[in-house]
T-cell receptor, first 114, second 117 residues
Framework: DGGITQSPKYLFRKEGQNVTLSCEQN?????MYWYRQDPGQGLRLIYY???????QKGDIAEGYSVSREKKESFPLTVTSAQKNPTAFYLC?????????????FGSGTRLTVV | AQKITQTQPGMFVQEKEAVTLDCTYD???????LFWYKQPSSGEMIFLIY??????QNATEGRYSLNFQKARKSANLVISASQLGDSAMYFC??????????????FGTGTRLTIIP
């Protein structure tokens, strides 16, 4: 079955560490996205990528980095510069250009700073 | 300014009753799409329904319908005959424009719906 796989499901980070969240899709979608979800704030866009080797900052990109070396993969690194990284992170994908097509989401990664 | 506004942080509804979740949006683009997603406690996001700005009729998907009032910039989700399994967070989202490369969705803050047996 096609879908998006995020790993790990739970992740604990010490202060000052970088951590990488994995996102892999086998839907042959061109576009991929990372969102952050905090209680009461909905989903906020961190980064998105429309084609391989290209990506753009979203609304809250500071303290995060991404890469898109393969169509299937869009990993997110939470760097030590991100001062408040504890949140739920959702990865999504979509085909390009289809206005009526929503996103397909992964099951999320819950990151906690300890 | 908020592009998507959901004014109901939480709602409690008796099982089998209909429920309306409010969503207003703000855009100057004549071409846009509106989406509703459901997020159960497990965290995954489930696509429910879509309405295009040029669609003449309100969208329907099973027990879900979208009450689209374009002049008021309103896109409320109506769930008929609510079930216990409908208890979840519900998010309204918008995509502006039809141009290639403009697939970003902007989400509202969500409404937590609780169905009471």
């Amino acid at each position: 079955d096609g879908g998006i796989t995020q790993s790990p499901k739970y992740l604990f980070r010490k202060e000052g560490q970088n951590v990488t969240l994995s996102c892999e899709q086998n839907l042959n979608h061109d576009a991929m996205y990372w969102y952050r979800q905090d209680p009461g704030q909905g989903l906020r866009l961190i980064y998105y990528s429309q084609i391989v080797n290209d990506f753009q900052k979203g609304d809250i990109a500071e303290g995060y980095s991404v890469s898109r070396e393969k169509k299937e993969s869009f990993p997110l690194t939470v760097t030590s510069a991100q001062k408040n990284p504890t949140a739920f992170y959702l990865c999504a994908s979509s085909p390009r250009g289809a206005l009526g097509y929503g996103y397909t989401f992964g099951s999320g990664t819950r990151l906690t700073v300890v | 300014a908020q592009k998507i506004t959901q004014t109901q942080p939480g709602m409690f509804v008796q099982e089998k009753e209909a429920v309306t979740l409010d969503c207003t949006y703000d855009t100057s683009d004549p071409s846009y799409g509106l989406f509703w997603y459901k997020q159960p406690s497990s965290g995954e996001m489930i696509f429910l329904i879509y309405q295009g700005s040029y669609d003449q009729q309100n969208a329907t998907e099973g027990r879900y319908s979208l009450n689209f009032q374009k002049a008021r910039k309103s896109a409320n989700l109506v769930i008929s005959a609510s079930q216990l399994g409908d208890s979840a967070m519900y998010f309204c989202a918008m995509r502006e424009g039809q141009s290639f490369g403009n697939e970003k969705l902007t989400f509202g803050t969500g409404t937590r719906l609780t169905i009471i047996p």
